[in-house]
């Protein structure tokens, strides 16, 4: 996936042509019924409604199409995330909200729980090892936000050299996310509003400001 095609999935609903669109969502939806490695190219096609040329002339081999699905589903879990936070302008709710809404998205994604009941080690596979685009679109998303924010935010100073780095600020908040996803049964404890609340404004909130 080039660099051009994660920018245009940041916008699952418009960076993506309707034809792909269906056959991305019919892998999705054949990799939560039989699991990924159960799943070929003539099923997701027969799903899709398309033939088997077809499906590999617009997105490539099985390999590509499993990337692709999990970039635009990783797109659609960012839209939501954005359209949770249209509307509010002080920096210290906004990243509240936006860390609550997020992670509550990604450890409750059905789509994710039924993979992960279907075929757990090849989805948890495709969650570490295999998740590098899904990083890099998360890391671009964080990367224009934070920008966004300390460019409005009255109290943002110049910010520490050392934390002032914003893609580097983003990879780090975006495999933080991974994390909590993986192993939500660790440490940190977020399970209610006011967990979020105090995890978000003690740690994320001075690093966000910079």
């Known amino acids: 996936m080039t660099d051009d095609g994660v920018r245009a999935l940041i916008g699952a609903d418009e960076g993506v042509a309707d034809a792909d669109a269906r056959i991305l969502e019919a892998a999705l939806e054949q990799f939560a019924l039989t699991g990924i490695r159960k799943t070929s190219t003539d099923d997701i096609a027969h799903r899709a409604g398309v033939n088997r040329a077809t499906l590999y002339r617009r997105l490539g081999t099985k390999d590509d199409v499993v990337r692709a699905a999990y970039l635009y589903e990783a797109a659609r879990v960012l839209t939501h995330i954005e359209r949770s936070v249209e509307g509010i302008d002080e920096l210290e709710e906004y990243v509240v ?40 679109l998360a890391t671009a998303f964080l ?7 300390r460019a409005s935010d009255a109290g943002a100073g110049d910010g520490d050299a050392r934390l002032g780095d914003v893609d580097a600020l983003s990879a780090v908040l975006a495999r933080l996310t991974q994390s909590l996803l993986l192993t939500p049964d660790g440490p940190p404890r977020l399970d209610d509003d006011e967990e979020f609340r105090v995890f978000a404004t003690a740690l994320l909130v001075p690093l966000i400001r910079g």
């Not at 990367?143 to 924010?149: E, P």
């Open 143 to 149: 990367a224009d936000k934070i920008s966004t924010l």
């Open 97 to 136: 909200t936006f860390f609550t809404v997020t992670v509550r998205a990604v450890r409750g994604n059905p789509l994710l729980e039924r993979m992960l009941r279907v075929d757990r080690d090849e989805t948890l596979r495709s969650l570490t090892i295999g998740a590098g685009d899904v990083l890099t």
